[in-house]
């Protein structure tokens, strides 16, 4: 459950002052929410309140916690493949399981709960068994963040105080829902653009991601329409779910886009 009002009271934000940004779900794509936080520090613009969804909730936890867009970056630089993250599981709910990636996000974390984040951040993932969005403000980090990843058929559900959860944006891939009413002022952050030029496969990974695609192109009209205003990144369109090597081109993508969006408030 949400419970932020009592959270940003306590650390002084006002809803008159409050900045939210909201980032979306979209795998390797998700490098792009790094060149938009980065852009925001250029213009000398800092949420005050973030949120976050599969890929973006890897982001809003980082920058939650206190790195920089550099450092977030320099995390994934030692890295350059899928597996580094990811160990098969026995194909039974899930192919992959992301106990690898919860070991090295530990590790990256200067903080272990929501509470100790120094911006109020929510995490976002969706319950699976009640087929309900959830917005999570406190809590162990690292679980609820692998929750919000768990891309289903292609990750194992993850199950917190015995509920099943799934990737966030299965219901809602931008989740801006998640603090629209704790800020004056959302920007939102989507960087999943259906790509168009779309061939098929016909392996079961590739057909569950790109039903999960055409899922959240679906889900995330109704988030974008509660933001005042929204920054897209076209150039991501083809980028693939896993492909972790071009990170520095993608968080670049973010970085002009973002950028085009706060020259006009500037």
Known sequence: MLRLDGLLQTIGIHRSQRRGLALSGG?????????VLLAFERFGMKPDVISGVSAGSIAAALYGAGLTPKEML???????????????AVPKSGFFKLDKF?????????VATLEEMKIPTVICATDFDHGKSVGWASGEIVPRVLASCSIPIVFKPIRINGINYVDGG???NLPAWAIRRHCSTLFGSNCSPLNRHYRFKSSIIDIAIRSYQLTTKANTLQDLNLCDYVIQTPK???TKVFDISQMRKVALYGYEEASKVLEKLN
């Open 170 to 172: 299965v219901l809602r």
């Open 102 to 110: 919860g070991k090295i996000l530990e590790q990256w974390l200067p």
């Open 74 to 88: 320099e995390c994934f630089l030692e890295f350059g493949r899928f597996s580094d993250f990811t160990e098969w």
């Open 236 to 238: 991501t369109a083809e």
């Open 27 to 35: 795998g390797a794509k998700g490098f792009a929410h790094i060149g």
